[in-house]
Structures are given as structure tokens and as C-alpha cells.
């Protein structure tokens, strides 16, 4: 198997890999990097600040499935297409999370009363590039799993 290995913001290894699966066939973690027309979707997060949207997947539920679910209870919006781009496995202090990374192109944000545990949709033109240092930006896009899956999805001619 080939995979990048490197620190995160909190001083866990983590290993990436493009390929189909490699660190599990029913990972319990999603992660969703959304485009809607010309511009980046995210959400923010009271507490860790603005990331991708993403979270656990639910009994009886795949991860595909956790993957739309999630982006439309934190932005209210639509995923159009969902592509399978990687997985990332974390070994942190309280265990090990592994997470499938997916491109989710957008069709629709429909605003919503509630968003679960954050504050709704934020979008925006370009992700900043000094996102490290940025304390408006959570943890989870301060490592290098967000900058090499933008590098994918180009690769790929997502978008
Ligand atoms: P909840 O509060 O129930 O959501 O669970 P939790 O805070 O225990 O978080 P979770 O199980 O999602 O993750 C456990 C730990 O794994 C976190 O504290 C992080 O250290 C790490 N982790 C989770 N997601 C990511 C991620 O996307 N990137 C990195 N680098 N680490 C992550």
C-alpha cells in the first residue's frame, strides 16, 4: 500500500492514501470537501472553527450515505455528485479514527432552521493561505490531508 505519513496539529501520525479503501472497507468517519458553483463549502463549528463539513457514520448506514447526510445537516445543502477520493487513518491518544475523504460537488444550499452541531453553511472563494496560524480555522484543515486531497481532486479534473 502507498500513503503519506506525517504530524498533525496535535502531534498524532497520520497516514493518507488515494487508494481504494486501504485502512478499511466500513470506516466510521467522513470527511467532505464541497464545491457549490465557484466556490469552496464549509461550515463552522463553535468550538474548532470553520472546516469541511464531515462526521461519524450511523448504524445501518454506509459511509457514502453518512458522507450526504452529513454535508446537508451542517450546510442544508445538496450534494449533486459524491466521488470517493482517499482515506486518512489518525493514531491519537484516545485511539485510532479512520476517515474517507470524498469530493462532493453541490447542486443546491437550502437554508435550514437548524444545524446540528454547527452554524451553518460558509462559503467562500479561496481558503486562505496561512490556514496554521488562523485560530478561525479547526484543526482537522491545519494538516496535510486538506492540502494534498485539493491536490487529488485537480489531479482528477474534479474540478
Ligand atoms: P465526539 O465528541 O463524539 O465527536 O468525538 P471525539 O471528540 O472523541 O472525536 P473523534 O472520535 O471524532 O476523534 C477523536 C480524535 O481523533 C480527535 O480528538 C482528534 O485528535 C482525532 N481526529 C478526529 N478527526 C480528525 C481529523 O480529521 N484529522 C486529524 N488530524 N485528527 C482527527
Redesign the pocket.
Known amino acids: 500500500m502507498s500513503y503519506l505519513s506525517f504530524i498533525?496539529?496535535?502531534k498524532?501520525e497520520?497516514k493518507l492514501s488515494f487508494e481504494d479503501h486501504p485502512f478499511s472497507k466500513t470506516p466510521k468517519?467522513v470527511?467532505v470537501i464541497c464545491r457549490f458553483r465557484n466556490q469552496w463549502l464549509l461550515t463552522e463549528h463553535p468550538r474548532r472553527g470553520i472546516e469541511f463539513p464531515g462526521g461519524k457514520v450511523e448504524k445501518g448506514e454506509t459511509a457514502d450515505e453518512a458522507a450526504v447526510r452529513e454535508v446537508h445537516e451542517e450546510t442544508g445543502a445538496h450534494v449533486k455528485h459524491l466521488s470517493y477520493i482517499g482515506q486518512y487513518k489518525?493514531e491519537?491518544k484516545?485511539g485510532t479514527?479512520i476517515?474517507n475523504i470524498y469530493y462532493a460537488e453541490i447542486k443546491e444550499i437550502i437554508p435550514r432552521e437548524s444545524y446540528f452541531e454547527t452554524k451553518g453553511p460558509v462559503l467562500m472563494d479561496d481558503l486562505p493561505a496561512n490556514l496554521k496560524d488562523n485560530n478561525r480555522y479547526s484543526f482537522?484543515m491545519k494538516?496535510n490531508?486538506l492540502r494534498e486531497s485539493i491536490r487529488k481532486i485537480k489531479q482528477t479534473n474534479l474540478f
Open positions: 498533525d496539529f496535535y498524532n497520520v468517519h470527511w489518525v491519537g484516545g479514527i476517515k482537522m494538516d490531508v
